[in-house]
């Protein structure tokens, strides 16, 4: 059983930065895949960045690149999203989630565990 818990969300104004942290519980972190997703109001759940576990390779969603980054600390159990030049359509609750072995897609149905997401609003 993993545990997840995101912090670092909050109000923002376009152009600004913002890092997410997600704490996970449990054993064996390393061999993990962990992601984060979004949703915005009205909107299904996407995908904006996942990480492997030993390898360590990154995916990511198009309309975050070069702007959004992925890092992992195996030896303290966290996720961090680190999100640069906000827009107002990276409004939304932003989740941790995890799944054991590698990397299978981007859809959620993939990813096992969530955590119960941090909200993040850039204003324009």
């Known amino acids: 059983q993993v545990h997840l818990i995101e912090s670092g969300g909050g109000l923002v104004q376009a152009g600004g930065s913002l890092k997410l942290s997600c704490a996970a519980s449990?054993?064996?972190?390393?061999?993990?895949?962990m992601a984060w997703f979004r949703q915005a109001p009205g909107k299904e759940r996407e995908f904006v960045f996942a990480?492997?576990?030993?390898?360590?390779?990154?995916y990511y969603a198009e309309s975050v690149k070069g702007r959004f980054a992925i890092s992992r600390d195996n030896a303290e159990n966290r996720l961090f999203l680190q999100m640069n030049s906000l827009k107002p359509d990276d409004t939304g609750v932003y989740y941790c989630?995890?799944?054991?072995?590698?990397?299978?897609?981007?859809?959620?149905?993939?990813?096992?565990?969530w955590g119960q997401g941090t909200q993040v609003t850039v204003s324009a």
């Open positions: 449990g054993r064996a972190f390393n061999r993990f895949t």
């Open positions: 990480v492997s576990g030993n390898t360590a390779r990154t």
């Open positions: 989630a995890a799944r054991f072995g590698a990397y299978k897609g981007s859809d959620p149905a993939t990813f096992e565990y």
